[in-house]
């Protein structure tokens, strides 16, 4: 019993870390200066915020528990959303205050964890909402650095992770495995609602 109390704390502790990291206070804590230009810069930006690189993991995961045909569409189409995003939010000064990263871990996460079916047009209506919204914060942190190219860097490392997470889940056959990912899934969610639990306790 004590071993299974430790093991719990242990998990807890592990939720609550990835939670606070991926709850910033604002856009600006992101943004990344490499040197080797704004591409980079952008490229950097997507891989060291996880409230967008854990959701693009998870849609991936999600696209190819579906298969090759819905990962094929949601890797394209998902950098060309979050482009588009971007642009919208670069031409905005004030962004409202919402608990976007947490709504997208959630919804990302239970779908990945029950596995639930979706035809790949919905799977593609998600990726598309996905990438406008995420794209969107990512325009207002980026406009006063790296701005249009460094979108174009989180375009190239967007098509590279959603094609890298989608054609590894693709290409499992073990059913163990299928359940390892879903128990990502399961991660993910849980750290979506510590999120909208810390949110909400931030905004009382």
């Known amino acids: 019993m004590k071993v299974w109390h430790t093991r719990h704390a242990g998990l807890e502790g592990v939720l609550v870390g990835i939670a606070s990291l991926c709850c910033p206070s604002s856009a600006a804590a992101h943004l990344v200066t490499t040197g080797m230009g704004p591409v980079y810069d952008g490229i950097c930006h997507l891989l060291l915020t996880p409230e967008d690189l854990v959701a693009v993991l998870a849609l991936g995961l999600y696209a190819g528990l579906r298969g090759a045909i819905t990962g094929r569409r949601t890797m394209f189409l998902l950098p060309v959303a979050w482009f588009i ?26 779908l990945v964890a029950a596995d639930l079916y979706m035809p790949t047009a919905a799977v593609t209506v998600l990726a598309i909402a996905i990438g406008l919204v995420h794209g969107f914060s990512n325009g207002v942190a980026l406009k006063e650095g790296a701005g249009t190219l460094g979108l174009m860097g989180i375009m190239i490392m967007l098509f590279i992770l959603v094609t890298l997470a989608s054609a590894v889940v693709v290409s499992l056959n073990k059913p163990w495995a299928r359940i390892a990912v879903r128990v990502a899934g399961s991660w993910t969610f849980a750290s979506g609602l510590l999120m909208l639990g810390w949110f909400i306790r931030i905004a009382k």
Request: positive net charge; aromatic residues 8%.
């Open 85 to 110: 995003g971007g642009i919208a939010g670069s031409a905005v000064k004030v962004v409202p205050s919402f608990p976007i990263p947490a709504l997208s871990f959630l919804v990302l996460g239970g």
